[in-house]
């Protein structure tokens, strides 16, 4: 069975610039999860979809960001206007119904110039 | 203003020898507790969880105490072997939540041969 994948692994791309970060949860996994790591610091929860609804996104750090999740599979994450504070690791993770356990993508290394 | 805490950013130990990996947190309402391994290049994975009507959890190698009073968990890996070397999240959730844990800032461990 695949796990969660997330694409692309890096992104490198200048202040003001637009960036969107794909996830692809595990088939049957109703919740979808994004965090983000700075460098160095703790996994910081951004939002939670349950299928194609956002059940939570109180993580969410402002306006620049937009997640969705369209037809309930896969998720995007869009950065406009990137700023170089947005620089980190964003993971996706994934869930059954009920599950406690979550399953974790590999990230995607965003870099903002 | 940080709930969970990982206060060792890195730990280096002989192989053979025991791993002890500590976590603290602030929150009262956390009464579930989870220890999450992280290669480079790969998302967290789950490693071994504790509830707080239990004060220890043990997975062969891995065992993870919990002192509900001090608000303090630690995890064991004994014997310790170079395949460990990982970053180790300490996390934590609240019941009749959402199982979104809340991440510490990790700590590198790196098992020497």
């Known amino acids: 069975e695949a796990g969660v994948t997330q694409f692309p692994s890096h992104s490198v791309i200048e202040k003001g610039q637009t960036v969107t970060l794909r996830c692809d949860p595990i088939?049957?996994?109703?919740?979808l999860y994004w965090y983000r790591r700075v460098m160095g610091k703790e996994i910081k929860f951004l939002l939670h979809?349950?299928?194609?609804?956002?059940?939570?996104e109180s993580g969410m750090p402002n306006n620049r960001f937009l997640a969705e999740r369209t037809g309930g599979t896969y998720s995007t994450l869009k950065v406009q206007p990137a700023e170089l504070e947005d620089s980190g690791v964003y993971f996706c993770?994934?869930?059954?119904?009920?599950?406690?356990?979550?399953?974790f993508g590999p990230g995607t290394r965003l870099t903002v110039l | 203003d940080q709930q969970v805490k990982q206060n060792s950013p890195s730990l280096s130990v002989q192989e053979g020898r025991i791993s002890i990996l500590n976590c603290d947190y602030t929150?009262?309402?956390?009464?579930?507790f989870l220890w999450y391994k992280k290669y480079p290049a790969e998302g967290p994975t789950f490693l071994i969880s504790?509830?707080?009507?239990?004060d220890k959890n043990e997975d062969g190698r891995f065992t993870v105490f919990l002192n509900k009073s001090a608000k303090h968990l630690s995890l064991h890996i004994v014997p310790s072997q170079p395949g460990d070397s990982a970053v180790y999240f300490c996390?934590?959730?609240?019941?009749?939540?959402?199982?979104?844990?809340?991440f510490g800032r990790g700590t590198s461990l790196i098992v020497h041969p």
């Open positions: 929150n009262s309402m956390f009464d579930y």
């Open positions: 993770a994934s869930s059954q119904v009920g599950g406690s356990e979550q399953f």
């Open positions: 088939s049957g996994h109703d919740n």
């Open positions: 504790i509830s707080s009507i239990k």
């Open positions: 979809f349950v299928k194609e609804s956002k059940q939570d």
């Open positions: 996390a934590a959730t609240a019941s009749g939540g959402s199982y979104i844990p809340t």
